[in-house]
């Protein structure tokens, strides 16, 4: 069964697959299917030997003519990145399509054992889905349970975009004892003005910048001077590919992300003395 609850059916473990997200090819290599991939998507640049898959377009703009060329016996697919009109042409084009959404981390556990089944290496799914179930459940014993920090995700800087509690980030903030200020919003990612952020008041800012844009970054957030975030340093970047892809890596963000909220309370128990 995939994301959605539809049954996805192969005769034979997948030989041929497409991918349409970077985080499906990750997943896919995780589970020792690489070799099998013949098809992905611009950004599925890891692991390296991802980068030698022929592309057959973005994850929003798929080649369909490609991919029919390819004669895939499964194709991966992301659900709210591909969106149902094209997902429903490729069911339309007679192949066989897995679709992806994971909503809470243990759905990436899940997804690890499903296209580690779909694969053929059932095996190294269920151990890859263990050892990353073990790591999450050692972050949850660590910081689930701390003092409560409010959070704002910037997921770009102009303009200024978030995520909502829809969102698998959100997932990791609550995690790590943190609640995102804009849980509550209806859309999965939305614009944030001056007076939202001024308004939620964020004990930290955690910015999905690269390096090349951190400092650009920072220097906007000083405008906003009256926040207890800026007024107190909690300003950090995680590497986007660390929290916005639903592959075991996305532990490794949450535990920088875990430790930056330790700071927070660290620092808030220095000035209460």
Not at 34 to 58: C, H, K, M, W
Not at 146 to 160: A, G
Not at 205 to 228: F, M, P, Y
Request: proline fraction near 4%; include cysteine; hydrophobic fraction near 40%.
């Amino acid at each position: 069964m995939d994301d959605t609850e539809r049954e996805v059916l192969l005769s034979r473990p997948a030989q041929r697959i497409v991918s349409l997200s970077p985080h499906l090819t990750e997943l896919v290599f995780a589970v020792g299917g690489g070799g099998q991939l013949v098809g992905t998507v611009s950004f599925s640049d890891y692991p390296e030997a991802a980068n030698d898959i022929p592309r057959i377009g973005s994850y929003n703009t798929i080649n369909y003519e490609a991919i029919v060329q390819m004669q895939p016996d499964l194709v991966l697919a992301w659900g709210s990145g591909n969106g149902e009109e094209k997902i429903s042409k490729l069911k339309s084009l007679g192949l066989t399509v897995y679709i992806s959404e994971p909503k809470i981390l243990e759905d990436v556990a899940l997804s690890l054992q499903k296209i580690g089944i779909l694969v053929g290496n059932k095996d190294q799914g269920n151990d890859e889905a263990e050892n990353f179930l073990k790591r999450l459940t050692k972050l949850k014993k660590s910081y689930s349970n701390q003092s409560q920090v409010s959070v704002f995700y910037q997921l770009s800087s102009e303009p200024i975009m978030t995520l909502s509690g829809r969102h698998l980030i959100s997932d990791v903030v609550t995690l790590c004892g943190g609640r995102n200020v804009f849980a509550e919003a209806l859309p999965i990612a939305l614009k944030a003005n001056k007076e939202s952020l001024l308004r939620s008041n964020p004990q930290v800012v955690i910015a999905g910048a690269e390096k090349k844009n951190q400092l650009a970054w920072l220097d906007r957030w000083k405008r906003l001077s009256s926040i207890t975030a800026v007024q107190n340093g909690h300003i950090y970047f995680i590497h986007p590919d660390l929290l916005s892809r639903h592959t075991p890596r996305i532990i490794d963000g949450a535990e920088k992300m875990c430790n930056f909220l330790a700071k927070v309370r660290n620092q808030k128990k220095e000035t209460e003395r």
